[in-house]
């Protein structure tokens, strides 16, 4: 081919990156590998293949961990725990800065090892994976440093097992890996069968940084040994990212145990183009959204919402740039597109994208020639789908993307927002107003303004809905490995149940029956059915509604249809909260008369009452102070860290201080913008059930707040199992109940086993955390 050809046919010539140095790297381990336990090689047992998907061939013998190797991981892992947080910030933020350059000079076998083992183009592990992974450690080396001073009151956990993917194993690595030892914890960690040879690499890496042995402890294998990892009582908190059917998995198996838990799961992002968008920059976003790592990514953006207006003119020029892409060798330079991970995974896009032509779909498939061998599949685009389509709502991941038009804002929201998933969200206008008015509205842990799948170590980064919970990278992503030092001591429940069995009373006539408070009206309970409270010397006071099912159904379904309270200001809300204080403060004596009743003396009584009006005054204070944050992230713009609502909250109150405990429950919640369905302390009810009087003369909008009383037992489950209930706060004894239930919607669970002191241990961070999430908005500055 001469000069004049290559001009006319606008042709790449090969450039192949060399192999030579991962693969002498592979072979100085014979091609087979142990597992990486308290420092040095572990040999296996089983192994199985690990093979290049862009050729079939294999790479190395990986070995399958049992329970006893995970038992012989954890027990490095917490020997060694005591002398690594014996350690100063400053000493392990050095183990963390000598990681990240020992990365930085490896960073070649790393790129090409990755590359030869996921199939991913080396422009994307040279120029992302790696250097991501290396601003990881950096970033974490500088907040081991700063831990004592900038997390006070917090501790590391204990060792922690961390569980992750195929789709960029290096990088999910150092996402877990960096911050958890960053705050003093130790790791046991599995990558996935497909993709472990990085982090076989990366554990040699460490004990070249002189890493302490047992700190990190690399257990090869399947979903077998996420399992033993998963289930180690030894192990006080699981990291995971994955599907959402393991992530469900993994929050039923961990129910009860106290383990903390972060998900990381699947999603299907929308990337709405507005008309005004600048089209061809829009173009490349989506390439860079759904056919970046071949859409194996998580937050692929896989759902391309279109203004009509604009809708065919951006296909075709979509269509256009799609069929140029370079599908084929990964490790060519000039490859946009490289080898799926596995056939299985190819045969599970090819169904699903079939699935979707039954459906109607038009399939636009690009016209690339793809290799003969090894496992790819073309850039693809379906268009004429539905809202409801199985290729529209399922996570196909791959490089499959499908578009949907609409007409206004407004439609492009609910088309957004029509999914289980909640993981990130791309907008492209050439309004900022616009792309800001929509950017809150969208339901997503993360959302790119005219930029898509923007990382860095600064910001965090997580889901909602079924994507999951918890965030890595950022301040806010720390605390996933932190938990409080303990508190001052728990004040002893001095009071005794005073529940007898349910009994039928007569709701006619004369009813002395304190109603539960759904929708912002008195209600009696649906089952007709009601217990009796006693006072400290067993004589009856009144009987409560013994509350079902149904009523939880009701109170949820008044909370999810009142959202005027999430869309108030936090100053408009403020105000209703200094109001309900004002409105406690009048009623004073009626409810000190309430807690007497109860068996407080008149002093305690007083003392829980004042208590509880300043508790409402603390959070009024801080409905408009919570800030968010902008982070430093190294690109040209913004990424603003925005608290937002959770949405319906679920809480089920202690019997402890039962005025206070309510009040420190729903005041946090309220201030940060949710909606709430409480139920009562079981035994101590009566606080709780008067408090309507308190939201009824506040303005506070029907609907925000309901009250339930009955059976703890009884109510716990159909609140944590509910779909509409978004995060559930459950005080009590039972927690495997209510975080098993929670796995339906996986929802956020804040599950406290322990008695709490609530007059000096019921306020602070912890509940405003608790009462929002974070929302990362990506922003950059320039033409
Ligand atoms: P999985 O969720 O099955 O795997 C993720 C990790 O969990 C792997 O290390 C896997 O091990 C491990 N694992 C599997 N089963 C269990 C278990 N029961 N207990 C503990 N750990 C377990 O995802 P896959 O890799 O199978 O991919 C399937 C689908 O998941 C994809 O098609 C995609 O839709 C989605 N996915 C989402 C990702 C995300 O980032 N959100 C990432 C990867 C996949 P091993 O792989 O060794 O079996």
């Given at each position: 081919?001469?000069i004049?050809?290559?001009?006319?046919?606008?042709?790449?010539?090969?450039?192949p990156?060399?192999?030579?140095?991962a693969?002498?790297?592979?072979?100085?381990?014979?091609?087979?590998?142990?597992?990486?336990?308290?420092?040095?090689?572990?040999?296996?047992?089983e192994?199985?293949?690990s093979?290049?998907?862009?050729?079939?061939?294999?790479?190395?013998?990986?070995?399958q961990a049992d329970?006893?190797?995970?038992?012989?991981?954890?027990?490095a892992?917490?020997?060694?725990?005591?002398?690594?947080?014996?350690?100063?910030?400053?000493?392990r933020?050095?183990?963390?800065?000598?990681?990240?350059?020992?990365?930085?000079?490896?960073?070649?076998?790393?790129?090409?090892?990755?590359?030869?083992?996921?199939?991913?183009?080396?422009?994307?592990?040279?120029?992302?994976?790696?250097?991501?992974?290396?601003?990881?450690?950096?970033?974490?080396?500088?907040?081991?440093q700063?831990?004592?001073?900038?997390?006070?009151?917090?501790?590391?956990?204990?060792?922690?097992?961390?569980?992750?993917?195929?789709?960029?194993?290096?990088?999910?690595?150092?996402?877990?890996?960096a911050?958890?030892l960053?705050t003093?914890?130790?790791?046991v960690?599995?990558?996935?069968?497909?993709?472990?040879?990085?982090?076989?690499?990366?554990?040699?890496?460490?004990?070249?940084?002189?890493?302490?042995?047992?700190?990190?402890?690399?257990?090869?294998?399947?979903?077998?040994?996420?399992?033993?990892?998963v289930?180690?009582?030894?192990?006080?908190?699981?990291?995971?990212?994955?599907?959402?059917?393991?992530?469900?998995?993994?929050?039923?198996?961990?129910?009860?145990?106290?383990?903390?838990?972060?998900?990381?799961?699947?999603?299907k992002?929308?990337?709405?183009?507005?008309?005004d968008?600048?089209?061809?920059?829009?173009?490349?976003?989506v390439?860079?959204?759904?056919?970046?790592?071949?859409?194996?990514?998580c937050?692929?953006?896989?759902?391309?919402?279109?203004?009509?207006?604009?809708?065919?003119?951006?296909?075709d020029?979509?269509?256009?740039?799609?069929?140029?892409?370079?599908?084929g060798?990964?490790?060519?330079?000039?490859?946009?597109?490289?080898?799926?991970?596995?056939?299985r995974?190819?045969?599970?896009?090819?169904?699903l994208?079939?699935?979707?032509?039954?459906?109607?779909?038009?399939?636009?498939?690009?016209?690339?020639?793809?290799?003969?061998n090894?496992c790819?599949?073309?850039?693809?685009?379906?268009?004429?789908?539905?809202?409801?389509?199985?290729?529209?709502?399922?996570?196909?991941?791959?490089?499959?993307?499908?578009?949907?038009?609409f007409?206004?804002?407004?439609?492009?929201?609910?088309?957004?927002?029509?999914?289980r998933?909640?993981?990130?969200?791309?907008?492209?206008?050439?309004?900022?107003?616009?792309?800001?008015?929509?950017?809150?509205?969208?339901?997503?842990g993360?959302?790119?303004?005219?930029?898509?799948?923007?990382?860095?170590?600064?910001?965090?980064?997580?889901?909602?809905?079924?994507?999951?919970?918890?965030?890595e990278?950022?301040?806010?992503?720390?605390?996933?490995?932190?938990?409080?030092?303990?508190?001052?001591?728990?004040?002893?429940?001095t009071?005794?149940?005073?529940?007898?069995?349910?009994?039928s009373?007569?709701?006619?006539?004369?009813?002395?029956?304190?109603?539960?408070?759904?929708?912002?009206?008195?209600?009696?309970?649906?089952?007709?059915y009601?217990?009796?409270?006693?006072?400290t010397?067993?004589?009856?006071i009144?009987?409560?509604?013994l509350?079902?099912?149904k009523?939880?159904?009701?109170?949820?379904?008044?909370?999810?249809?009142?959202?005027?309270?999430?869309?108030?200001?936090?100053?408009?809300?403020?105000?209703?909260?200094y109001?309900?204080?004002?409105?406690?403060?009048?009623?004073?004596?009626?409810?000190a008369?309430?807690?007497?009743?109860h068996?407080?003396?008149?002093?305690?009584?007083?003392?829980?009452?004042?208590?509880?009006?300043?508790?409402?005054?603390?959070?009024?204070?801080?409905?408009?102070?919570?800030?968010?944050?902008?982070?430093?992230?190294?690109?040209?713009?913004?990424?603003?860290?925005?608290?937002?609502?959770?949405?319906?909250?679920?809480?089920?109150?202690?019997?402890?201080a039962?005025?206070?405990?309510?009040?420190?429950?729903?005041?946090?919640?309220?201030?940060?913008?949710?909606?709430?369905?409480?139920?009562?302390?079981?035994?101590?009810?009566l606080p709780?059930?008067?408090?309507?009087?308190?939201?009824?003369?506040?303005d506070v909008?029907a609907?925000?707040v309901?009250?339930?009383?009955g059976?703890?037992?009884?109510?716990?489950?159909?609140?944590?199992?509910?779909?509409?209930?978004?995060?559930?706060?459950?005080?009590?004894?039972d927690?495997?109940?209510?975080e098993r239930?929670?796995?339906?919607?996986?929802?956020?669970?804040?599950?406290?086993t322990?008695?709490?002191?609530?007059?000096?241990?019921?306020?602070?961070?912890?509940?405003?955390?608790?009462?929002?999430?974070?929302?990362?908005?990506?922003?950059?500055?320039?033409?």
């Amino acid at each position: 081919m001469n000069i004049k050809d290559i001009f006319h046919t606008m042709d790449y010539g090969k450039a192949p990156e060399s192999a030579e140095l991962a693969l002498e790297w592979l072979a100085s381990h014979n091609n087979t590998f142990g597992h990486h336990i308290n420092g040095s090689w572990v040999k296996g047992k089983e192994h199985f293949a690990s093979n290049n998907p862009a050729t079939g061939q294999e790479l190395a013998q990986v070995a399958q961990a049992d329970d006893k190797i995970v038992q012989k991981a954890v027990n490095a892992a917490n020997k060694a725990l005591p002398d690594w947080q014996a350690l100063s910030g400053h000493q392990r933020g050095q183990y963390l800065y000598a990681i990240a350059r020992l990365i930085q000079k490896n960073s070649r076998l790393f790129a090409v090892l990755e590359t030869l083992d996921n199939g991913k183009p080396i422009r994307e592990s040279r120029d992302i994976d790696v250097p991501l992974a290396v601003r990881h450690f950096y970033h974490h080396a500088g907040w081991a440093q700063l831990l004592d001073t900038e997390f006070p009151d917090h501790q590391a956990i204990g060792v922690v097992g961390q569980i992750i993917p195929w789709n960029f194993p290096l990088l999910m690595l150092a996402w877990k890996i960096a911050p958890a030892l960053a705050t003093g914890n130790t790791v046991v960690i599995k990558p996935a069968e497909f993709t472990s040879l990085t982090a076989l690499l990366f554990a040699e890496i460490c004990e070249q940084a002189g890493l302490p042995k047992g700190v990190l402890n690399v257990v090869t294998g399947d979903g077998r040994t996420g399992q033993h990892i998963v289930n180690h009582p030894e192990i006080k908190k699981i990291a995971f990212t994955g599907s959402t059917a393991v992530g469900r998995w993994i929050r039923q198996a961990t129910a009860g145990s106290g383990k903390k838990l972060s998900l990381e799961l699947g999603g299907k992002s929308a990337f709405i183009v507005c008309a005004d968008a600048d089209l061809d920059a829009a173009v490349e976003g989506v390439v860079d959204a759904i056919w970046f790592n071949q859409g194996q990514v998580c937050c692929a953006g896989s759902r391309l919402l279109v203004q009509e207006a604009v809708a065919d003119r951006f296909h075709d020029k979509l269509i256009s740039r799609m069929n140029k892409l370079r599908v084929g060798d990964p490790l060519d330079k000039s490859i946009d597109m490289g080898a799926i991970i596995d056939p299985r995974q190819q045969q599970k896009i090819a169904t699903l994208v079939q699935a979707g032509v039954d459906a109607g779909a038009s399939l636009n498939q690009s016209s690339v020639e793809l290799p003969e061998n090894g496992c790819f599949y073309p850039p693809t685009l379906l268009t004429d789908v539905s809202p409801s389509d199985q290729v529209v709502q399922d996570e196909i991941f791959g490089p499959v993307l499908v578009s949907m038009t609409f007409r206004t804002p407004s439609e492009a929201v609910a088309l957004a927002n029509n999914s289980r998933y909640g993981l990130a969200a791309s907008i492209w206008s050439e309004n900022i107003n616009l792309a800001m008015h929509l950017a809150p509205l969208v339901q997503a842990g993360v959302v790119w303004i005219n930029c898509t799948n923007q990382f860095d170590a600064a910001a965090g980064f997580g889901g909602v809905k079924e994507s999951g919970f918890g965030r890595e990278g950022g301040k806010e992503g720390l605390f996933e490995y932190l938990k409080n030092k303990p508190g001052k001591s728990p004040a002893k429940v001095t009071a005794k149940s005073t529940k007898s069995k349910p009994t039928s009373v007569n709701l006619n006539g004369l009813d002395k029956t304190p109603k539960m408070y759904i929708g912002g009206k008195q209600t009696r309970p649906d089952g007709g059915y009601s217990y009796a409270i006693n006072d400290t010397a067993g004589d009856l006071i009144c009987h409560v509604g013994l509350g079902n099912r149904k009523d939880v159904r009701n109170a949820v379904e008044a909370a999810a249809g009142s959202t005027n309270w999430s869309g108030m200001s936090g100053f408009q809300r403020q105000q209703v909260m200094y109001f309900m204080a004002e409105n406690l403060s009048y009623r004073e004596e009626e409810f000190a008369a309430r807690l007497m009743a109860h068996g407080h003396s008149k002093k305690a009584a007083d003392a829980e009452v004042q208590a509880a009006i300043e508790r409402l005054s603390y959070y009024a204070a801080w409905c408009d102070k919570y800030d968010g944050q902008v982070h430093s992230v190294p690109m040209r713009g913004v990424a603003m860290a925005m608290h937002e609502p959770i949405g319906v909250i679920g809480i089920q109150c202690p019997d402890e201080a039962p005025l206070l405990s309510f009040v420190s429950l729903l005041a946090p919640a309220m201030a940060m913008g949710n909606r709430v369905v409480m139920t009562a302390s079981e035994h101590f009810p009566l606080p709780a059930l008067d408090f309507y009087q308190v939201l009824n003369t506040s303005d506070v909008p029907a609907g925000t707040v309901n009250i339930i009383s009955g059976e703890q037992a009884e109510l716990c489950k159909p609140l944590a199992g509910h779909m509409n209930v978004d995060a559930i706060w459950y005080f009590g004894e039972d927690s495997e109940t209510v975080e098993r239930e929670s796995a339906t919607n996986l929802k956020r669970s804040w599950t406290v086993t322990e008695v709490r002191d609530w007059h000096n241990n019921g306020q602070g961070s912890e509940f405003l955390r608790q009462a929002s999430q974070v929302k990362n908005i990506w922003t950059p500055y320039g033409e």
